[in-house]
């Protein structure tokens, strides 16, 4: 029967009979220290007696000056002697390409000694039995024997002697490897144990917990002897060992032999390293599927719980004892008793940081594995519900009672179970255990149940019996040598021109002029690489009262233009245009697109077609207002997205329906439920033309050839209706600062925002535009407040400030954004603060002024090299009936700006008392 013997088997996956398994942190073989062997024919110097620390039951404790802990345990009633040292490493201390690394060191240490060259043939000639285990966070070795002063000395000093003296050789690891691979083998032939495997690895995200202490088939294949002796070396020395004997023998006679053998070895001077992993709150249910051959099928629970030192640990023991006793048992009686499960079993971790609860039940083939599933997991979330009666509570405590009263009795099950103890931080442990649960009630267990048996902490997986599994293996990658022995290029890019991005360069080459319908053109022609050309082609419709209400039909409007004309459909389009080799956006009565010089002219033609002739599809439009609500449902509780929100309805001046009013989300999703078919004709007809358009073109064309496409394209497309810009003068906003809760959000947003009176073309916009350069938004790590609240801090990941000023309006926003935990929001806020008040009170250094005209004006050039910008940038030129030489003049003023004018506009014009502030995240409780 799978249930008990499921859990049994698979109890933390400790494996016996030199089965052992762990995981451990790979250390470079030169960075460790080299333990000495121990020199057996020295007389020793006098070394120190043990110190006496502490007892509990007959069991007392002592400490040696190198750090080794004894636990002596006389019991002279029985005529025999266990030895058994346990080692604080397990599976969870390996490194990454080393799981099972500490389980096949726990098999290489029966390979020998040079004092001891075959450890297997002493304890057979001595009658021993012995084994090794291999848990998640330790290692133990014991032999019990029959007790006799010569086989307890000869024990004592195998284990000192193979504690730092273990051969640990290749040849060793070349056999043991394929005898630890078969033992992986035969656990992957058990349903249960794989079903087990695959639990921990997808309940647990990042703690090596996940990891199974026989580990991953390839590793144990591959790791390195030089991993395995740098591991042993660090790891088997006397400061991480406990050494426990038990049995008949003579108490000072012992602890002679500890101190003459053990006491021998040096303290290590290296330290060990900290585990810091934390496992994150689970947020979901998963589910997994094993479909294997067999026949039987598994349904299993796994639920996160607390560390075994947790208060909480007892109570859940408790749990999984009324849940799963044979005969009396609630899963018991609800599953097997009624022939829907062969058998149940349930256990939980007791291991040094929080682990798992796993129940499982068994069902035969054939029968509904998914009613079962339910009945199991409503019987486990609904434990609460009905807490344990006076009755099951004195089972459960009758069955631990028991359990522990053999356990005291038998020396070798005590140094397992004192070897669980000392892994989870002291043998005294499972004495504590004992009488905590002594003490506990059915409000506990409830308690507990409540908290850790709930639906967003379970992790469920089925074993699934199937004759034909459908796997694909997937191959191992091939080297790099054979993949690339009988490549040979296809072909040679052609190369461009050497070009120089001066704004003089630039404006001398480009030819300017306009169409018949006002359409203004800007054409630069050069040699670049791949014979790539840049497009920007934009139109301004309409005036402010004609776009009234139509903001959100405008942008609709403009992605349906994409999804179908008179000609093509969505994926024809995208096939036309990868044929072309073009990359390619379509706005309402806009463009920008990337194509190579034989397609320009079919890429122009084609993206005219979809200007003029879209066809609007129903189901096209369906689909992109359902996305674009989704995508907008889907941030409405997010920080970034609230905080957002809140800065632009406070900065908003003007009525809905104003092209310039801020929309919510909850108002654009009513506008977008409002859009039609219609409508959208209706916007795309009055909208679309060109007579107020620029278009630019920048790279690797026929000058001539373009000129009469754009000729032939859109000289006679004029606009429906006369385009009148939409001013946005400046306004004073009241200030604010609010705080808005979004609960579950383990990151919360800081912003800020300040409106300034203020158009590109003040003598001041420089001098502005470098103070927030060196104060957050340009200097990188450098900027003032990135190096204070990031760097020095380490309150934020993410932190800047920016300014954007209007080339037209006399308006600009300087606004600063963070990132932070929410428990750091108001922390990060006064150090914002200070950093204002430091740069206006004692303003910016020649250094930072230095390094930040450097950089930005190396940004500007290097913006010029990209054919894109240069694009982008004629467009707005061709607007502003301005010359490229613009960028030049602004260059200069830059160049010119003088450290007193940086200081005195950021004094000017950032005023702290001006910032509306919104921080945004889950504050409460905090």
């Known amino acids: 029967m799978l249930s008990r013997n499921l859990l049994v088997a698979t109890k933390y996956l400790v494996y016996t009979g030199m089965l052992a398994m762990t995981w451990s942190v790979a250390m470079p073989v030169m960075a460790q220290q080299t333990p000495q062997p121990i020199n057996h024919e020295t007389k020793p110097a006098p070394l120190a007696a043990p110190l006496k620390v502490t007892a509990v039951e007959g069991i007392t404790e002592y400490r040696l000056a190198n750090g080794l802990r004894v636990l002596l345990f006389p019991d002279q009633s029985k005529p025999i002697v266990t030895v058994n040292v346990t080692y604080l490493v397990g599976s969870r201390h390996e490194g990454y390409g080393e799981t099972g690394m500490a389980h096949l060191l726990e098999h290489l240490l029966f390979k020998g000694t040079p004092k001891t060259p075959d450890i297997g043939k002493e304890f057979n000639q001595r009658?021993?039995?012995?084994?090794?285990?291999?848990?998640?966070?330790?290692?133990?070795?014991?032999?019990?024997?029959?007790?006799s002063a010569d086989n307890l000395k000869w024990a004592i000093e195998l284990e000192a002697d193979r504690m730092i003296n273990s051969n640990i050789s290749q040849t060793d690891l070349d056999s043991e490897m394929t005898v630890v691979r078969n033992e992986y083998e035969r656990g992957e032939n058990s349903p249960g144990s794989v079903m087990y495997k695959r639990m921990r690895s997808v309940a647990f995200d990042w703690h090596n917990y996940q990891n199974s202490p026989i580990g991953n088939r390839s590793d144990i294949e591959n790791v390195a002897i030089e991993n395995l002796q740098a591991f042993y070396r660090r790891y088997y020395q006397p400061d991480n060992a406990v050494l426990l004997i038990a049995g008949q023998f003579d108490i000072d006679a012992t602890l002679r032999l500890i101190t003459?053998?053990?006491?021998?070895?040096?303290?290590?001077?290296?330290?060990l390293p900290a585990l810091w992993t934390v496992e994150p709150t689970q947020d979901g249910e998963r589910v997994f599927a094993v479909r294997r051959a067999g026949n039987i099928q598994i349904v299993m629970l796994g639920y996160k719980i607390p560390s075994a030192l947790h208060p909480d640990a007892i109570a859940l023991s408790y749990a999984t004892g009324i849940l799963d006793h044979a005969a009396n048992g609630r899963l018991y009686k609800l599953l097997v008793e009624s022939n829907k499960a062969v058998s149940v079993s349930a256990r939980t971790d007791d291991n040094a940081d929080p682990g798992l609860m796993v129940i499982a039940a068994t069902v035969k083939e054939g029968e509904s594995l998914e009613d079962v599933q339910q009945l199991l997991i409503k019987a486990v979330e609904s434990f609460h519900d009905t807490p344990p009666t006076a009755e099951e509570i004195d089972r459960a405590r009758l069955l631990r009672e028991r359990s522990f009263e053999q356990t005291l009795s038998a020396p070798q099950s005590l140094a397992i179970a004192l070897s669980e103890s000392i892994?989870?931080?002291?043998?005294?442990?499972?004495?504590?255990?004992?009488?905590?649960?002594?003490?506990?009630?059915?409000?506990?267990?409830?308690?507990?149940?409540?908290?850790?048996?709930?639906?967003?902490?379970?992790?469920?997986g089925r074993f699934l019996p199937t004759a034909e599994p459908q796997r694909a293996p997937i191959p191992a990658a091939p080297s790099i040598a054979d993949v690339l022995k009988d490549f040979a290029p296809a072909q040679t890019m052609i190369a461009g021109e050497l070009f120089d991005p001066s704004p003089a360069n630039i404006d001398a080459r480009?030819?300017?002029?306009?169409?018949?319908?006002?359409?203004?053109?800007?054409?630069?022609?050069?040699?670049?690489?791949?014979?790539?050309?840049?497009?920007?082609?934009r139109s301004r419709y309409g005036d402010a009262r004609s776009r009234f209400g139509a903001s959100t039909l405008e942008s609709i409007a403009g992605q349906m233009l994409m999804r179908g004309t008179v000609r093509y459909t969505r994926s024809q389009l995208t096939d036309e245009f990868d044929k072309l080799k073009a990359s390619v956006n379509v706005g309402l009565g806009d463009a920008r697109l990337q194509t190579t010089r034989p397609n320009l002219?079919?890429?122009?033609?084609?993206?005219a077609h979809i200007l003029r002739e879209p066809v609007f599809p129903q189901t096209e439009l369906d689909q992109l207002r359902n996305q674009w609500i989704a995508s907008l449902e889907s941030n409405k509780g997010e920080p970034g997205a609230v905080s957002?929100?809140?800065?632009?309805?406070?900065?908003?001046?003007?009525?809905?329906?104003?092209?310039?009013?801020?929309?919510?989300?909850?108002?654009?999703?009513?506008?977008?439920?409002a859009v039609t078919i219609d409508k959208l004709r209706q916007i795309h007809r009055e909208f679309t033309g060109f007579s107020n358009a620029e278009i630019a073109i920048v790279g690797d064309f026929e000058e001539s050839e373009a000129h009469a496409v754009l000729d032939r394209l859109f000289a006679n497309w004029a606009s429906p209706i006369p385009y009148a810009?939409?001013?946005?003068?400046?306004?004073?906003?009241?200030?604010?600062?609010?705080?808005?809760?979004t609960p579950d959000k383990s990151n919360a947003v800081f912003r800020a925002q300040m409106l300034i009176e203020m158009r590109e073309d003040d003598r001041d916009f420089p001098a502005l535009t470098l103070a927030n350069y060196i104060f957050g938004g340009g200097a990188g790590f450098n900027a003032r407040v990135v190096k204070r609240i990031r760097g020095k801090e380490g309150l934020s990941y993410s932190v800047g400030t920016s300014l954007a000023v209007s080339n037209v309006d006399r308006r600009g926003i300087f606004s600063v954004s963070a990132t932070a935990a929410p428990q750091n929001i108001a922390k990060l806020e006064a150090i914002f603060r200070e950093e204002i008040d430091s740069a206006r009170r004692d303003g910016f250094t020649?250094?930072?002024?230095a390094n930040a005209k450097s950089g930005l004006l190396a940004s500007r050039r290097q913006s010029r090299a990209q054919d894109g910008f240069v694009a982008s940038y004629w467009a707005e030129r061709l607007y502003r009936n301005e010359s490229f030489l613009k960028a030049a003049e602004a260059d200069a003023k830059f160049q010119a700006v003088t450290l007193e004018e940086v200081n005195a506009a950021f004094r000017k014009y950032i005023d702290p008392e001006k910032l509306a502030i919104v921080k945004a995240g889950e504050f409460a409780g905090r």
């Open 127 to 147: 009658g021993a039995r012995w084994n090794g285990t291999t848990s998640f966070d330790r290692t133990n070795y014991f032999e019990t024997m029959p007790a």
């Open 260 to 271: 003459n053998s053990f006491g021998k070895i040096p303290k290590p001077t290296r330290a």
């Open 423 to 460: 892994a989870a931080g002291d043998w005294r442990l499972w004495f504590y255990w004992r009488e905590r649960g002594k003490t506990v009630t059915p409000t506990d267990i409830a308690r507990v149940a409540k908290a850790y048996l709930r639906r967003d902490n379970r992790t469920v």
């Open 510 to 537: 480009t030819r300017r002029y306009a169409l018949a319908n006002g359409m203004k053109v800007a054409l630069l022609t050069k040699r670049t690489r791949g014979e790539t050309v840049n497009v920007v082609l």
């Open 601 to 607: 002219t079919k890429v122009l033609e084609l993206v």
């Open 644 to 673: 957002g929100e809140a800065i632009g309805k406070h900065f908003n001046a003007y009525e809905r329906g104003d092209p310039r009013y801020y929309q919510s989300r909850t108002e654009t999703i009513e506008d977008l439920n």
């Open 725 to 741: 810009r939409i001013d946005e003068p400046y306004r004073a906003i009241p200030t604010v600062n609010q705080t808005l809760e």
């Open 846 to 849: 020649a250094e930072e002024m």
